[in-house]
C-alpha cells in the first residue's frame, strides 16, 4: 500500500513538473503577444496602483488587507448573493433546471442555512484577516508584495499557473489526510454536513480546516508566498480562487463556467475526488467510482443551453 502511493507521489511529481514546463514554453511565445496587447491598459493600471500607494504610505499592511481579504470578499458575497437568491426562492426557474442533486435544496432548509452562516463569516472574518495580517511579514521577506512596479501580464500568467500546481498538491493531499478517521470526526465532518452543498458552504467548514485546507487558506497562499508575489498578483488569484470554490460548490451546473460535478460528487460520496482539477485523483485512483457515473460524463464545460441532467439523464433504474 505505502510502496505503491509513493510510487504514484514519484509519477505526480514527474507528470506535474513536465507539464509545467510544457505550459512555460506555451505561454512564452503566447504572451509575448499578449503583453503587447496589454501594454495601453497596463499603463492604466499602474497609474491607478501608484495612486494607491501614495494614498496609504506608510500604511502599506492595510493595502494589503483590503488586497487580499476585502476585494476578494466582495467577489465572494457578490456571486453568493445571487446564488442565495436562487437557491431560497427558486427563481429564475431556468437556472434551477442547471441543478446537479435534482430535487435537493429545492429550495434551500433556511434554517439549515441560518445556522451555517455564522461559521461563514467567522471563517472569513476572525480567522482569515489576523492570518492574513500575520502572512504579511513572509510576503514583505519573500518579495515586495506592495512594490512600486506592477508585474508583467505574462509574469502574472506564469504565477497563475504555479499557483494553480501548488493548490492541487496542497489541496488534495491535507483534504486527503482531513478524511483520515482520526481527523474526520473533529474537524472535516462540519464541512459534509452539506451532501448537496450551495455555494455558501465553500467557506464552512471547522476553523482548523479553513486554515490549512479550505481554498482560501493555506493551499492558495502558499502559491503567491513561494513566488514573492505582488499584492495585485494575490487580490486576482485570491478573487478567482473564490469564485471558483463557490462555483464547484453551488450545486447548479450552468453553461460557460468550470464543471462543478467532480466536487459535487464528492460531497455526495464522500471517499471519491478529493482534489481540485483531479489531476492528483486521477494518479492516486481516488476517482475510479466518479469515472464510471453519468457524473463524469457531464463533467465538462457546458456550450450550451441545455441542461446536462437532460442531454446525459440518470439511467431509468437508479444505481447507487
Ligand atoms: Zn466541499
Ligand atoms: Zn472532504
Not at 481516488?286 to 453519468?294: A, E, N, P, S
Amino acid at each position: 500500500q505505502e510502496g505503491h502511493i509513493w510510487g504514484s507521489m514519484k509519477r505526480t511529481v514527474l507528470i506535474l513538473g513536465s507539464g509545467l514546463l510544457l505550459f512555460v514554453a506555451f505561454w512564452n511565445s503566447v504572451t509575448w503577444h499578449l503583453q503587447r496587447f496589454w501594454g495601453a491598459s497596463g499603463y492604466f493600471w499602474q497609474a491607478q496602483w501608484e495612486r494607491l500607494l501614495s494614498a496609504f504610505e506608510g500604511t502599506e499592511w492595510f493595502l494589503f488587507i483590503m488586497g487580499a481579504a476585502l476585494v476578494p470578499g466582495l467577489c465572494f458575497w457578490g456571486l453568493n448573493a445571487s446564488l442565495l437568491v436562487v437557491d431560497t426562492t427558486g427563481k429564475p426557474a431556468f437556472i434551477s433546471r442547471y441543478r446537479i442533486q435534482l430535487g435537493k435544496n429545492e429550495p434551500v432548509d433556511p434554517v439549515k442555512l441560518c445556522q451555517c452562516l455564522p461559521t461563514v463569516l467567522f471563517n472569513q472574518t476572525i480567522i482569515s484577516i489576523p492570518m492574513l495580517l500575520l502572512s504579511y511579514p513572509f510576503f514583505k521577506w519573500r518579495g515586495e508584495p506592495c512594490g512600486r512596479q506592477l508585474p508583467t501580464f505574462h509574469w502574472f500568467l506564469v504565477e497563475l499557473a504555479v499557483f494553480t500546481l501548488v493548490e492541487e498538491v496542497l489541496f488534495y493531499y491535507s483534504h486527503r489526510l482531513l478524511h483520515h478517521p482520526a481527523l474526520y470526526k473533529k474537524i472535516h465532518k462540519k464541512h459534509h454536513e452539506w451532501t448537496a452543498p450551495i455555494g455558501v458552504i465553500s467557506t464552512y467548514a471547522h476553523p482548523i480546516e479553513h486554515v490549512v485546507s479550505a481554498s482560501n487558506m493555506l493551499p492558495v497562499m502558499a502559491g503567491p508566498l513561494v513566488m514573492g508575489s505582488h499584492l495585485s498578483s494575490i487580490t486576482v488569484w485570491l478573487s478567482l480562487a473564490l469564485i471558483i470554490t463557490t462555483i464547484s460548490h453551488c450545486g447548479y451546473h450552468l453553461p460557460f463556467l468550470p464543471s462543478p460535478e467532480f466536487h459535487d460528487y464528492h460531497h455526495l460520496k464522500f471517499n471519491q475526488c478529493y482534489g481540485v482539477l483531479g489531476v492528483l485523483d486521477h494518479l492516486h485512483g481516488t476517482d475510479t467510482m466518479f469515472k464510471q457515473t453519468k457524473a463524469y460524463e457531464r463533467h465538462v464545460l457546458l456550450l450550451g443551453f441545455t441542461p446536462l441532467s437532460e442531454s446525459i439523464p440518470d439511467p431509468p433504474k437508479k444505481m447507487d
